[in-house]
T-cell receptor, first 115, second 112 residues
Framework: KAGVTQTPRYLIKTRGQQVTLSCSPI?????VSWYQQTPGQGLQFLFE???????NKGNFPGRFSGRQFSNSRSEMNVSTLELGDSALYLC??????????????FGPGTRLTVL | AQSVTQLGSHVSVSEGALVLLRCNYS??????LFWYVQYPNQGLQLLLK????ATLVKGINGFEAEFKKSETSFHLTKPSAHMSDAAEYFC??????????WGAGTKLIIKP
């Protein structure tokens, strides 16, 4: 079974631009979560989608948004990029039950650098 | 509020020695706890999870963790460290909104 895939793996943007990151979950998984990882703030939850609906959202500004498609693939978008948005963005999918004990499987991440 | 604290941003052990990575949590409800490992330039891989079925949880790569409610701890151990264990380890708590609340991480350094 293929794992979680994220594209692109690396991205360089300049301040003010916008960016879209993509995540393909493990086949059959309907829950997709996004996390931001930085050296200063560590791992922080961005949002979670389940069956195309945003079920939960972390404490990030509205510049961060996401969506999920009917095939469970998810995208996150960051508009008006700031230097502080430079981070590793991780996507995780979980099994169909998507309850609190279900394991989240992580992709390799997208490394975003904002210049 | 729920939180996770990992004691020690860096832990150094000799190859073959015991590995002990500490994790304490704060939760007003029975917690679901996880340990993940992250190798350089990679995503996170689940080592083990506690879901209240058993207090001693065995995971992959020889790691195990014991849930101690009285101490609000979920420390990760491995009897004998291997060079390939060098990585960053994260303890996490699942909250009622299906969010993982993460500890700051502990980098494990293995000395030859």
């Amino acid at each position: 079974k293929a794992g979680v895939t994220q594209t692109p793996r690396y991205l360089i943007k300049t301040r003010g631009q916008q960016v879209t990151l993509s995540c393909s979950p493990i086949s059959g998984h309907r829950s997709v979560s996004w996390y931001q990882q930085t050296p200063g703030q560590g791992l922080q939850f961005l949002f979670e989608y389940f069956s195309e609906t945003q079920r939960n959202k972390g404490n990030f500004p509205g510049r961060f948004s996401g969506r999920q498609f009917s095939n469970s693939r998810s995208e996150m978008n960051v508009s008006t990029l700031e230097l502080g948005d430079s981070a590793l963005y991780l996507c995780a999918s979980s099994s169909p039950g998507a309850g609190p004990t279900d394991t989240q499987y992580f992709g390799p991440g997208t490394r975003l650098t904002v210049l | 509020a729920q939180s996770v604290t990992q004691l020690g941003s860096h832990v150094s052990v000799s190859e073959g020695a015991l590995v002990l990575l500490r994790c304490n949590y704060s939760s007003s409800v029975p917690p679901y706890l996880f340990w993940y490992v992250q190798y350089p330039n990679q995503g996170l891989q689940l080592l083990l999870k506690y879901t209240s079925a058993a207090t001693l949880v065995k995971g992959i790569n020889g790691f195990e963790a014991e849930f101690k409610k009285s101490e609000t701890s979920f420390h990760l151990t491995k009897p004998s460290a291997h060079m390939s264990d060098a990585a960053e380890y994260f303890c996490a708590l699942m909250d009622s909104n299906y969010q993982l609340i993460w500890g700051a991480g502990t980098k494990l350094i293995i000395k030859p």
